[in-house]
């Protein structure tokens, strides 16, 4: 079973790009098994769908961010990461990595990170 774990600050200041990093555990990255994505809860509302980036490294951007997201990853240490720039508090949310599984529909979650964006 995959297993996720984000880690990243918690603090950015407005202007900066907020960088996370999602380890993954029991799969993959390079891997056709999975997809991999990046989604966001701000406080009190549903999740937002960032991104994604699948087995040879392609990656899908919500077109409300796309100007502003970049997902990457590293192979040799099985993470994938987000870079989202030009932060405002409005991007002060929980941030989730995770995986869907393309044969079961499986998706997999880690347990999340608040980040805040304040000066």
């Known amino acids: 079973q995959v297993q996720l774990q984000e880690l990243g600050p918690g603090l950015v200041k407005p202007s900066q790009t907020l960088s996370l990093t999602c380890t993954v555990s029991g799969g993959s990255i390079t891997t056709s098994d999975y997809y991999w994505s990046w989604i966001r809860q701000p406080p009190g509302k549903g999740l937002e769908w960032m991104g994604r980036i699948v087995y040879d490294g392609t990656t899908y951007y919500s077109p409300s961010l796309e100007s502003r997201t970049s997902i990457s990853r590293d192979t040799s240490k099985n993470q994938f990461s987000l870079h989202l720039s030009s932060v405002t508090p409005e991007d002060t949310d929980v941030y989730y990595c995770?995986?869907?599984?393309?044969?079961?529909?499986?998706?997999?979650w880690g347990q999340g990170t608040q980040v805040t964006v304040s000066s």
């Open positions: 995770n995986a869907d599984e393309t044969i079961s529909g499986w998706t997999y």
